[in-house]
């Protein structure tokens, strides 16, 4: 049974590999259904990794799944570039409120 196919059945806890799954590995899911199961929400925990994503159900319109992050899944090649500004680091920045040194030509215009 795929992750998809139990969307609008009962609240439960389900072992499911690869169909409608976040990614094509094993997942323990958790699917919580509402009353008349036409909304609910769902979460799935990898069995090989900390990854752990959530969707929603919207009348039978599953969400797309969304990663959470903790700091088991966080770091380098993880996607989450919390330290990066437009993927640059701080130490490319120019600051204003301490000395600085500019090591390439730099062009300031006021327009």
């Given at each position: 049974m795929g992750f998809a196919s139990i969307t609008n059945q009962k609240s439960?806890?389900?072992?499911?590999h690869n169909s409608g799954t976040p990614t094509a590995t094993w997942y323990s899911l958790v699917n919580m259904a509402h009353y008349g199961s036409n909304h609910g929400h769902q979460i799935a925990g990898s069995f090989y990794s900390?990854?752990?994503?959530h969707r929603y159900n919207n009348n039978?319109?599953?969400s797309?799944?969304?990663k959470?992050?903790?700091s088991l899944c966080d770091g380098a090649g993880s996607g989450l570039d919390a330290?990066?500004?437009d993927g640059l680091q701080g130490s490319q920045f120019v600051r204003s409120d301490v000395s600085d040194t500019?090591?390439?030509h730099?062009?300031?215009s006021d327009n």
């Open positions: 439960g806890f389900y072992d499911v900390h990854d752990l994503y039978t319109s599953l797309a799944w969304s959470i992050w903790s330290d990066l500004l500019v090591t390439n730099t062009t300031w």
